[in-house]
């Protein structure tokens, strides 16, 4: 049995005060992450075919409709002038601050930058929240093989093949999740995220190639599982490691064989998701639309493959190619030995792109010699010119090694040259030249800041680039600005000049600029003579009719269920029940308490089929269980999908796609007449609150505000609809331990906003009594009916003896605490 690999990031880092510096940040000793023995790195880790493929441009940048993108692979590779500027900014700003990180969090920055919209701010929160969760969690060793075997046992995680991009595929059968899991539930989450951090580290050190191959899928099969029966807790722990700590490395989830309840729920969350959810989201029907991404031989037979069905799962059962979409050819290859070591540790992981280097170079790859070359004369393959230059280095390195050795042997050898020679090392040359330039640099900039010299005004990279220097106080006040724009052009001779001259840049560059320049305008100013259009005020007018009335029923409901209560509570005082009737009560109310805290019956109901939200089929009204913050979400989503729309329509200008984040607050009062502050919502800023009603509205990366739904809706019953379904999920995920899920709605401060609300333009969107039309019924604030605060309707003091679980003819139950 040979001994484990144990991968430690290399960093290259040196002891004494100069600071190791790394993709353009200060780096940090990084603690080991990953440790497999070499019998149990399966064979095609790394496919012969990986070294040689070349992505397509959709693998590299996904568009979507609406005019954002997403880059999905970020090393070793060109980038854009603005991710470039978006990425110095970050460095600047960590080397600014002192801060010190992983490699492995450096190494991330672009996706780091994606995730938080280019805000360098966020991507530093994002990134030290990241360094931290990896500091505790490998803090006591790396995870290894010995520690996953036994789970991996269960087949519930394991790596199966690769999809047409090339792309490790993991796959997840909620089904096989066994019993003892669940009974000591946090032993039994903590045993699958280890074994998905496994197969996480194994895929980035083995399985990926920088600038070619960066991400990978995830196939969740809930074959054999109703609507109940899905483990929420257990996917939604799936999501939140890969989305928190393994930040753009899924490229796309697939869920398959759900049951038809679920299926039909699928349907219709299809039409409710953004482009950029359904390039990452595939809800099928049909398992053989997998094969639009998948070989048939990278798949099991029930997933639509033609593999057999998979019974040992570690060392993962990879196969070979071929991994074109639909190939249907099998080439029976061989595994090339050695492939998982051609690459080094650092070549593993990548590089970012760096200015100051060629393209040639930032695609440069590092490898381990003189394995890797080794590997390709055995395979058979011609070597890449980036491991052909190092090649030459490394035996140039290797031959002066050997004449220093000579020379020592003869006595001649000085020590200048043991010196300068005892550090080359396999695909060490060019690295130690690289290091070397970064730390002469850093102790420059050390020395620099150590003395006292006079400042001297020097033009920054970005002012050197401004023809005109930025005044202090702009010429034009920004509403006088917004108000002219749509005149501003340039001067033509048809104006009666006799002559029009460009000094400084030729007619067509200066038009270009100032079309540029009148865009972003249109992007930064807002519009201040703007004025809601009649098609806003009718639609804002018709939307507080129908809430008003949605709040009636549920009130009018509530009101019902405590009557009906009372008459049964009257009756049984009276003893008019007979005992045999008490008794069966008293076993049925037994078996209520051994029922789980899930709401069953909520996931047998088909919100989007619903024909009729006032009535579920027994008078419920489907907005029944709704709370404060239901129905401040459904107000929020009503209102930002009018405002995207009527904007749009009332501006009537094609450069003006919508409403910027910085500017909604401006525009949120001139249509609604009320104060909008995101903090109300829990949040920081307009990302956070749109994340929330994702489903309904979401922003570009310009930072847009779009709408998700067509204008034109026969009603507003699909609002209420989506809001249902986000509170029984975030109902499961709360119970489940999920503390992000809570909602931190400021009650006080939305009521004021809300009673605050003028006549005239928007209306009073939320209608009288947005704070007390809750407490309309009797008692509903003194031990009987409640607005749902976090989890189900819990209000203390029950009702009655026990509290009953369930109304008669309620089709849902109401939670934990009823009765407490």
Known sequence: MSKPKVTKESSG?????????????????????????????????????????????????????????????????????????????????????????????????????????????????????????????????????????????????YFCGRDYGMRPTIVCRASRIPAE?????????????????????????????????????????????????????VLSNIYSVMSHHYIGRVFRFYVVNMSSGLSTIAGWVKGLLTDRQKQKLMLLDNLADLKKDFAPGQLEEDLGGSRPEIKTFFPFPLEGGPY????????????????????????????????????EENAALDYVLPDAVEFFEREKLPLPSDLEKQWEAYKKAEEA????????????????????????????????????????????????????????AELTAEEKKQPFRTPEFPDLLSADLSTGLSNFSLPEKSEGFDEVSFGWSKKEKAESHFKDWKLQCKLTTRVEDIT??????????AWSQQLNSWKAKQSQWKADQIKKEKAETKKEAEGEKKEEETKE???????????????????????????????????????????????????????????????????????????TADHLPFYYNKYFRKGFTVSNFGVDDVEKLVALIEDTVSLTDKKVLMAELDEE???????????????????????????????????????????????????????????????????????GWQPQAQKGWAPKGGMGKGGPQQFSGQKRPYGKGFGK
């Open 585 to 659: 009560e008293e076993v049925k109310e037994e078996e209520k308490k051994d029922v789980p805290m899930i709401h069953v019956s909520d996931f047998d109901l088909d919100v989007f089929g619903l024909e009729n939200v006032n009535d579920i089929g027994t008078g419920e009204p489907l907005c029944s269980m709704f709370g404060f913050e239901d129905w401040a979400l459904l107000t929020l989503r009503v209102e930002m999908h009018l405002l995207a729309h009527s904007f749009r329509k009332d501006v009537n200008d094609e450069e003006r796609p919508g409403i």
């Open 401 to 456: 090694k050997a004449a220093a050795e000579a020379a020592k042997k003869d006595g001649i050898a000085n020590k200048d040259s043991q010196e300068g020679n005892s550090e080359a090392s396999p695909g060490a040359a060019t690295t130690a030249i690289e290091e070397e330039e970064e730390e002469e640099e850093e102790e420059k900039e050390d020395e620099t800041m150590e003395e006292e010299a006079k400042p001297v």
């Open 532 to 541: 809601p259009s009649e098609w806003f005020v009718k639609k804002n007018a």
């Open 713 to 783: 809706r026969e009603s507003f019953d699909l609002f209420l609809k989506i809001t249902e379904e986000g509170r029984k999920r975030r109902e499961l995920l709360i119970d489940s331990g999920e503390e992000s899920a809570v909602l931190k709605f400021n009650q006080s401060a939305l009521n004021a906003s809300a009673n605050g609300a003028q006549k005239g333009g928007g209306g009073k969107s939320y209608g009288k009594g947005f704070d007390k039309g809750f407490d309309k019924g009797k008692g509903f604030d003194k031990g």
């Open 181 to 233: 899991w669940y009974k000591d539930k946090k032993a039994g989450t903590d045993k699958l995220i280890k074994t998905l951090i496994f197969c996480m580290e194994y895929m980035v050190r083995y399985m990926c190639v920088p600038g070619k191959i960066e991400n990978n899928c995830l196939i969740v099969d809930l074959k054999g599982l109703s609507m109940s029966g899905v483990p929420i807790s």
């Open 13 to 157: 880092q040196k002891v004494g005060k100069k600071k190791a510096m790394m993709d353009g940040f200060r780096i940090r000793a990084e603690p080991v992450y990953l440790s497999v023995k070499e019998e149990n790195i399966a064979p095609f880790t790394m496919p012969v075919e990986a070294f040689t493929f070349k992505p397509e441009d959709d693998m590299i940048i996904s568009h979507f409709k609406n005019g954002d993108k997403e880059r999905k692979i970020y090393c070793n590779i060109d980038t854009s002038e603005e991710e470039k500027d978006a990425l110095k900014k970050l460095q600047d700003e960590c080397k600014r601050q002192g801060i010190e990180l992983l490699p492995g969090i450096a190494i991330m920055a672009g996706r780091y930058l994606s995730r938080a919209r280019g805000k360098t701010s966020k991507a530093i929160e994002l990134m030290l929240a990241s360094q931290e969760w990896r500091l505790d969690y490998f803090k006591d060793g790396p995870v290894s093989d010995v520690s996953v075997a036994e789970h991996f046992k269960h087949g519930v995680v």
């Open 324 to 359: 074109g979409m639909g190939a249907t050819s099998s080439t029976k290859q061989k595994p090339a030995a050695g492939a998982h070591n051609v690459l080094s540790e650092k070549g593993a992981r990548g590089k970012l792109f760096d200015t100051k280097l060629s393209t």
